[in-house]
């Protein structure tokens, strides 16, 4: 499995973005799929994941009610809607594909096998 991410870039704060992720392979729809962020000199953190069917989502508080995290599995692509974006949701943003699980499993970064390269977002103030 190949996962490649894009859609990151400079944008003001209180602007928007909408990543993309797009996974090879004819298994996607069969996974759940995360979004994880590293901010500048920070370790990589949970922000957002799906299920395989799209129909439980999941997000890390602080982005609760700015983000949203979608897949089309006809497209074998994941989503991730960022408003409102402040000066700390600055990073790289990783995709990264995993097995389905309880709610509680999506946020260890441990439990998900694929990852892609990363797209930089930078939201200045």
């Known amino acids: 499995v190949q996962l490649q991410a894009y859609g990151g870039g400079l944008v003001q704060a209180g602007g928007s973005l909408r990543l993309s992720c797009a996974a090879s392979?004819?298994?996607?729809?069969?996974?759940?799929m995360g979004w994880f962020r590293q901010p500048p000199g920070k370790e990589r953190e949970f922000v957002a994941a799906?299920?395989?069917?799209?129909?439980?989502?999941y997000y890390v508080d602080s982005v609760k009610g700015r983000f949203t995290i979608s897949r089309d599995n006809a497209k074998n692509t994941v989503y991730l809607r960022m408003n409102s974006l402040k000066p700390e949701d600055t990073a790289v943003y990783y995709c990264?594909?995993?097995?389905?699980?309880?709610?509680?499993?999506?946020?260890?970064?441990?439990?998900?096998?694929?990852w892609g390269q990363g797209t930089l977002v930078t939201v200045s103030s």
């Open positions: 990264a594909q995993g097995p389905n699980g309880p709610g509680s499993y999506y946020p260890n970064q441990y439990n998900y096998d694929y």
């Open positions: 799906i299920s395989w069917t799209g129909s439980s989502t």
């Open positions: 392979g004819d298994t996607f729809s069969s996974y759940a």
